[in-house]
């Protein structure tokens, strides 16, 4: 058992989903006798108030030069960090030679703002091929992953930033102490942080296990977020719910002294006090839904095999993998997941080798079911599908509970 990745202390799960594949491990037939699997246990640490893995996989194996996931294929996502990117520069980068840091830039969805605008920025991302990406768009990026010595070379060669964004990428990085520390080394003293994951608070409320998986290795909230950056001179000014990624939540940083916190930080630390984000109990609540869940979404999966039904998976998100393997989905349940991003297709899901197929597939022989994997894109995945259900289709949803729409 590692430690806490705030404190050091012991941490012990209160839940066990078991033996699973890396999350976007997407892999070919010659590769299943060589897959990498794991135990995957979330545990709670009180005095930090933060959920995160027991185990942890190294981040080499997770992000590599086939990193499947690429911002760009959802729309809305795309939408949404252009809005990021317009705050961050009408309220942030107020210097004389403003200078942008992105953590996780992925393919640089995000900093593409500041790189057309000729504004100084760095997008920071491990994942060779998506950097690629970014660079092609003309965002410069720095292929490592973010440390205090990333941070120190930086403010070498850069000076600090003015502005740090980070979208769901710090739940992927386990040394959490060194993180805050590249933070408060690379951060103005006038400067700010924005960084956002999904919400812990989210998972509570709508039992969505499947956002605990590999690279998420913690899961925030402000109560967690305070304790983990205080011994920084950080302090949360700020913060705001989002729906992306099944809901997640904006946290502004600043240095200790910099601003007063909005009414809005108190007004969510209560809430959490209210909804038991600070105490064991509330997780292992959550366990016993967890556990409730995947019976029901089982026992309707099989009842529909009995009828002699077709269910396709619809999206091969990393969120799957924790519910085709915790469930024991197979491919005699769900025919095959449809999904758009081209590396991922002709592809079997990790672990439960269920096959992904082009979106034409769905399209071209629409199933009975389509089984709703990529259910925190709901609204723009509905909008478009409207011809599916016009032609007598059903989604199966299992967040916030199992049901059909
Ligand atoms: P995410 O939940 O991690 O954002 O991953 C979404 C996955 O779903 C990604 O592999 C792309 C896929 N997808 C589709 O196949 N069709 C869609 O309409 C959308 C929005 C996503
Ligand atoms: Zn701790």
Not at 4 to 29: D, Y
Not at 46 to 62: G, Y
Not at 219 to 243: C, I, K, Q, T
Request: aromatic residues 10%; charged residues 25%; contains cysteine.
């Amino acid at each position: 058992m590692s430690g806490c990745m705030i404190c050091g202390r012991p941490v012990a799960p209160f839940i066990s989903f078991g033996r699973m594949p890396l999350a976007n491990g997407f892999l070919g037939p010659e590769e299943f006798s060589t897959e990498f699997f794991f135990e995957l246990k979330a545990g709670f640490c009180e005095p930090c108030a933060l959920v995160q893995l027991v185990d942890r996989v190294p981040s080499e194996r997770m992000f590599h030069d086939r990193y499947p996931f690429f911002t760009a294929t959802s729309a809305r996502m795309v939408a949404h960090f252009r809005k990021l990117a317009e705050s961050v520069r009408r309220d942030r980068m107020l210097s004389r030679d403003p200078f942008v840091v992105e953590i996780g830039s992925n393919d640089g969805t995000m900093l593409e703002t500041f790189a057309s605008a000729g504004l100084r920025h760095l997008g920071v991302e491990p994942s060779a091929n998506v950097a690629v990406e970014a660079e092609r768009r003309g965002v410069r990026t720095l292929r490592r992953f973010f440390d205090e010595e990333t941070a120190r070379d930086i403010v070498r060669e850069h000076g600090q930033a003015d502005a740090i964004a980070a979208a769901n990428c710090f739940c992927h990085i386990p040394d959490l102490r060194s993180l805050a520390a590249g933070v408060a080394l690379l951060l103005k003293p006038e400067g700010a942080l924005i960084f956002e994951d999904p919400y812990l608070g989210d998972i509570v409320a709508k039992a969505s296990y499947d956002q605990i998986y590999d690279e998420h290795a913690s899961y925030f909230s402000v109560l967690s977020v305070e304790r983990w950056l205080a011994p920084h001179g950080l302090r949360v000014v700020d913060v705001e719910p989002l729906p992306v990624h099944g809901g997640s939540m904006r946290y502004v940083i600043r240095k200790a002294g910099a601003q007063e916190p909005a009414p809005e930080v108190e007004a969510a630390r209560a809430a959490e006090r209210r909804m038991g984000l600070d105490r064991p109990e509330t997780f292992a609540g959550l366990a016993r839904r967890v556990e409730a869940s995947r019976e029901a979404l089982r026992a309707l999966l099989r009842k529909l095999k009995r009828e002699g039904r077709r269910v396709v998976g619809y999206g091969a998100t990393s969120k799957s993998t924790t519910v085709t393997n915790y469930c024991g989905l197979t491919p005699e349940l769900v025919e095959f997941i449809s999904d758009t991003t081209p590396i991922k297709q002709g592809k079997f899901s990790p672990g439960a080798h269920i096959p992904v197929r082009p979106h034409g597939d769905f399209q071209a022989r629409y199933p009975d079911y389509a089984l709703l994997f990529a259910w925190n894109h709901a609204e723009e995945i509905m909008e478009k599908e409207q011809a599916f259900g016009k032609a007598g289709g059903r989604w199966i949803v299992y967040v916030p509970e199992v049901g059909l729409r």
